[in-house]
């Protein structure tokens, strides 16, 4: 079994399509950890304000088969799959760490280069898996959110 983690964060019905996103990772990929919910600013483009966490669960399906899970939780709840990369979106889901795996493909960079600068998902992962060790950095996810600048990007709690 790997420890997979992955953002979940949405600005369009957001409340509603990150409740049906983590129904059906539930569905597909059994139980499932999850941090609280955070309102934050949009990143890289002017919109409307996002909400987003983390979900971290065990899975014996390899990288491939998980992306593709999450690309139909996504195509699920409407998101258009050529969209453009900064506007507003009905679902985005990261795979921000798949097990220890350190990889860079066409499809796919591992650790999620992003994660160690967006306080939407170091912060809700530090939430969840405190002592997980970042593959390249190695250092605890804890210690990399404490070592953040959480002042510059403040996160707001929200109730889902």
């Not at 899970?69 to 889901?93: M, S, W, Y």
């Amino acid at each position: 079994m790997i420890d997979v983690y992955v953002s979940a964060g949405s600005n369009i019905e957001p409340k509603q399509n990150l409740r049906t996103a983590i129904n059906a990772i539930k569905r597909r990929l059994g139980d499932v950890q999850l941090s609280r919910a955070y309102r934050n600013k949009a990143a890289g483009f002017d919109g409307p304000e996002f909400i987003n966490l983390v979900i971290g669960f065990k899975a014996e399906l390899t990288l491939t088969e998980v992306l593709s899970v999450l690309q139909a939780i996504e195509n699920l709840c409407g998101r258009p799959r050529k969209a453009p990369k900064f506007e507003p979106r009905t679902l985005d889901l990261d795979l921000l760490l798949y097990g220890d795996m350190v990889c860079a493909t066409h499809a796919i960079t591992l650790p999620r280069p992003d994660l160690i600068k967006r306080a939407y998902m170091l912060g809700p992962l530090a939430e969840i898996a405190p002592d997980v060790v970042h593959p390249t950095l190695h250092k605890t996810i804890g210690q990399l959110w404490s070592e953040f600048d959480q002042t510059a990007h403040p996160l707001t709690l929200v109730d889902l």
